[in-house]
């Protein structure tokens, strides 16, 4: 055996393990069979608030929702979100945290307070995803927080754990209890 070959066979890798299985797929999670599963839908001409100052997120969010049969209104701060809500009050509303002049848990909370829009479900978005944003969103009465950028399939989830057996948006927790 020559030099050239004792070298090869020094330095050869080991011959390759054999393939391994491919990995056995959830079925429950896989991309077909969730595209498969019926979604629960909000019934027909469910009334969206959408407040966020981002234009793109705006036209995501009304493009989903009206393809669902939604309706929209929109909103680029909070102030004029919340003063239209007495001539067209939603059925639910997704609120930006991050919005000039009043945020989003300002906002949050000034809906809380008032008898008329205190049980209408809140989304809180944000594309900060501190866990302290959730947390204190939640304490304050947000019924879900997304992630920017978020999927239609996140959007469809967090709207159908809040349907009702009629397929209406509710919070989980409406009052509490009297003292």
Do not use: W
């Not at 945020?103 to 809180?124: C, K, S």
């Not at 019924?143 to 978020?150: A, C, Q, S, V």
């Amino acid at each position: 055996m020559g030099i050239f070959a004792r070298l090869q066979a020094l330095f050869r890798s080991p011959p390759p393990a054999p393939a391994a299985p491919p990995p056995k797929v959830n079925v429950a999670q896989s991309g077909e069979e969730r595209r498969q599963r019926s979604r629960i839908n909000a019934r027909e001409g469910t009334r969206a608030l959408i407040i966020d100052d981002s234009k793109t997120i705006l036209t995501v969010l009304r493009k989903f929702l009206r393809s669902a049969g939604y309706e929209t209104s929109e909103a680029l701060d909070a102030e004029s979100g919340l003063a239209a809500l007495p001539s067209q009050r939603p059925d639910l509303i997704f609120l930006d945290i991050m919005l000039p002049g009043m945020n989003g848990f300002a906002a949050l909370r000034t809906l809380r307070r008032d008898p008329a829009t205190r049980d209408i479900p809140v989304i809180m978005m944000s594309g900060n995803e501190q866990a302290m944003e959730q947390f204190f969103g939640t304490r304050i009465g947000a019924d879900g927080f997304m992630k920017k950028p978020f999927s239609r399939q996140e959007v469809f989830f967090h709207i159908e754990r809040l349907l009702d057996e009629q397929q209406i948006p509710r919070r989980a927790i409406t009052r509490r209890p009297e003292a």
